[in-house]
């Protein structure tokens, strides 16, 4: 088992003391420290998280865990990365609930892994910890204004929906598309830039919602008997337009809803009830990349897929 540190770090957080106090500071402290021990514990469910966040400065936080082997095998660099991006992505919402909407958009928040020696202690884990931060400044500054504008502007409608078909290879013809986004020209096209770009705006959300209602427009212009098969985060299953989607029947029996691999699902039976409306209705459920990411063996037992 390997072993690694989780941190957390919020840029000018040395700010607060000076501006709010060593009190409110001291709170912020503790409430940001619980927000995060709790999202370790979603992002890391699937390894052996062995303490609470560790706190070595002010605006670090820091939670050590041991690498399991998984049911499905993964490259252990590749779920290092899955877990510092689902923590950048849902960290900010962390630091919005507890400081703040306006805050958590004008804070950047550094979320990587670092591997330590098990033998070592923690006074000896926070002491290589900060020196990786001395020699690493934070990756991603904290989205301006403009930048927030320009992801609007794209979720407004400034994307294209691209159809790939998917062919059965048992009988070489197409059985369904997957609706495919691309941003404009530039680098902002590829899907992977473009949705971080959105999160790091706090507009992911919004891109997947509006990617997904420009699906739902070009599903019913299909040729039957082809399904439309859309990628959504699992956290948008609960979503009102996915509760509207329940209930017109014939447009959620022509798609497949793919729940993609970015974010940990914490609750597999809130997801499954979220799902059956859906399901009685048709549509049926595809994971995205299993084995990548946080979709694992235990959740294709849980959720029972239509397709993996």
């Given at each position: 088992m390997?072993?690694?540190?989780l941190?957390?770090r919020?840029?000018?957080?040395?700010?607060?003391?000076?501006i709010?106090?060593?009190?409110?500071?001291?709170a912020?402290?503790?409430?940001?420290?619980r927000?995060?021990?709790?999202?370790?514990?979603?992002l890391l469910a699937?390894?052996?998280?062995?303490?609470?966040?560790v706190?070595?400065?002010?605006?670090?936080?820091?939670?050590?865990?041991?690498?399991?082997?998984?049911e499905i095998?993964?490259?252990?660099?590749?779920q290092?990365?899955?877990?510092?991006a689902?923590?950048?992505?849902?960290?900010?919402?962390?630091?919005?609930?507890?400081?703040?909407?306006?805050?958590?958009?004008?804070?950047?928040?550094?979320?990587?892994?670092?591997?330590?020696?098990?033998?070592?202690?923690?006074?000896?884990?926070?002491s290589?910890?900060?020196?990786f931060?001395?020699r690493?400044?934070?990756?991603r500054?904290?989205?301006?204004?403009?930048?927030?504008?320009?992801?609007?502007r794209?979720?407004?409608?400034?994307?294209?929906?691209?159809?790939?078909?998917?062919?059965?290879?048992?009988?070489r013809r197409?059985?369904?598309?997957?609706?495919?986004?691309?941003?404009?020209?530039?680098?902002?096209?590829g899907?992977?830039?473009?949705f971080?770009?959105?999160?790091?705006?706090?507009?992911?959300?919004?891109l997947?919602?509006?990617?997904?209602?420009?699906?739902?427009?070009?599903?019913?212009?299909?040729?039957?008997?082809?399904?439309?098969?859309v990628?959504?985060?699992?956290?948008?299953?609960a979503?009102?337009?996915l509760?509207?989607?329940a209930q017109q029947?014939?447009?959620?029996?022509?798609?497949?809803l793919?729940?993609?691999?970015h974010?940990?699902?914490?609750?597999?039976?809130?997801?499954l009830?979220a799902l059956?409306p859906l399901r009685?209705r048709?549509?049926?459920?595809?994971?995205?990349?299993?084995?990548?990411?946080?979709?694992n063996?235990?959740?294709?037992r849980?959720?029972?897929?239509?397709?993996?």
């Open positions: 390997s072993i690694h540190l941190y957390f919020l840029s000018g957080a040395e700010r607060f003391a000076d709010h106090g060593g009190a409110i500071a001291k912020v402290r503790d409430d940001l420290g927000r995060f021990g709790a999202l370790s514990r979603v699937q390894h052996d998280v062995l303490s609470g966040p706190v070595p400065q002010f605006g670090v936080w820091a939670v050590p865990f041991g690498t399991k082997r998984l095998a993964a490259d252990e660099r590749e290092l990365d899955s877990i510092a689902a923590g950048r992505d849902l960290g900010l919402e962390a630091v919005a609930e507890e400081l703040g909407a306006a805050v958590a958009l004008n804070t950047a928040l550094d979320v990587g892994t670092l591997a330590v020696e098990g033998r070592e202690g923690s006074a000896r884990r926070m290589r910890l900060a020196s931060l001395r690493n400044p934070p990756s500054p904290a989205a301006t204004e403009a930048e927030r504008g320009a992801i609007r794209i979720v407004r409608g400034g994307f294209e929906l691209r159809l790939q078909e998917i062919v059965s290879l048992g009988t197409g059985d369904s598309c997957e609706a495919l986004i691309r941003g404009p020209e530039g680098p902002l096209y899907p992977e830039r473009l971080a770009e959105a999160a790091r705006c706090g507009l992911r959300d919004e997947e919602l509006a990617s997904l209602d420009a699906a739902l427009k070009v599903a019913p212009l299909l040729p039957s008997p082809l399904r439309l098969s990628n959504l985060s699992p956290g948008l299953f979503a009102p337009a509760r509207r989607l029947p014939r447009l959620a029996g022509r798609l497949i793919e729940i993609t691999e974010h940990p699902i914490p609750d597999a039976g809130r997801l009830r059956a009685r048709g549509a049926k459920i595809a994971l995205d990349d299993a084995g990548c990411g946080y979709l063996m235990e959740l294709v849980a959720l029972r897929p239509d397709v993996v």
